[in-house]
């Protein structure tokens, strides 16, 4: 089996081919390694290969990681974003610990955020998620209110803008895939000229990220092609 540090170069080289493919900079795709699942060891090997941005999931899980690797080395270089669904009963531990949110998909959320965020600390950076399938059962916005909401999160100070995020239904066919991810390119350039700060693309992940970048994004979420399959047997 590959390492994690050769998955992280063959992931990196992947994304510059696919950004050079459509004439984009290798460097505006910023990777996200997905650590959900996976140990402090597997995230141990991540950094010391040189990465250190990371995303997770569940609540107590994230916090576990970002509170051991608070007193590590490269404590100071590593951002922790929190990217799974958000309960308003967990708002606190999220805006106490994260440096990201991709996931905020209603104004309750984002003002818990914001008034939860400690005192000194930076700006949460936040993203809002967009259900770019239509599906009632999947978390997210719809397209019809996302501009509402971004004005009412424009406006806390805990708080800076940065983009949208989007987890498209499964599409094993690259227009398809290509398709989610342009209707969520679309809707940020809209936004843009409203809110400059919005910068920030999230999508793509291990089984769909040429055409995400084809589409746009800014940063890829990647787990599986990083850590390895996941083992869920400990979840609930
Ligand atoms: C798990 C997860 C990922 C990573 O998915 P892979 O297919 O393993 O790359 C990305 N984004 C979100 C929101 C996730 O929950």
Redesign the pocket.
């Known amino acids: 089996m590959a390492s994690i540090k050769q998955n992280i170069e063959q992931i990196t080289h992947q994304i510059r081919l696919a950004t050079e493919k459509c004439g984009r900079k290798p460097d505006s795709v910023q990777l996200?390694a997905?650590s959900?699942t996976k140990p402090i060891t597997a995230i141990q090997e991540a950094i010391d290969a040189g990465h250190f941005a990371f995303?997770e999931?569940y609540v107590q899980e994230g916090v576990e990681k970002v509170q051991h690797f608070a007193t590590t080395p490269h404590a100071e270089q590593l951002k922790w974003h929190f990217?799974?669904p958000i309960q308003s009963n967990k708002t606190k531990h999220i805006a106490e610990h994260f440096d990201w949110v991709?996931?905020v998909d209603r104004e309750k959320i984002a003002r818990r955020l914001n008034d939860q965020r400690p005192e000194g600390a930076k700006p949460l950076q936040v993203l809002l998620q967009v259900n770019t399938s239509g599906e009632t059962s999947k978390s997210g916005t719809d397209f019809a209110s996302v501009s509402e909401l971004a004005a009412a999160i424009a406006t806390m100070p805990n708080i800076v803008l940065r983009g949208l995020?989007s987890?498209p239904e499964r599409a094993d066919d690259y227009e398809s895939q290509l398709r989610a991810f342009q209707s969520l390119s679309k809707a940020l350039q809209v936004l843009q000229q409203t809110h400059p700060s919005m910068d920030t693309l999230s999508m793509g992940?291990?089984?769909d990220m040429d055409a995400a970048i084809e589409a746009g994004s800014t940063m890829v979420?990647?787990?599986?092609?990083?850590?390895g399959a996941?083992d869920y047997s400990n979840k609930a």
């Open positions: 996200l997905v959900k995303g999931n990217i799974g991709h996931s995020m987890i992940m291990s089984g979420r990647i787990g599986t092609a990083l850590f996941r």
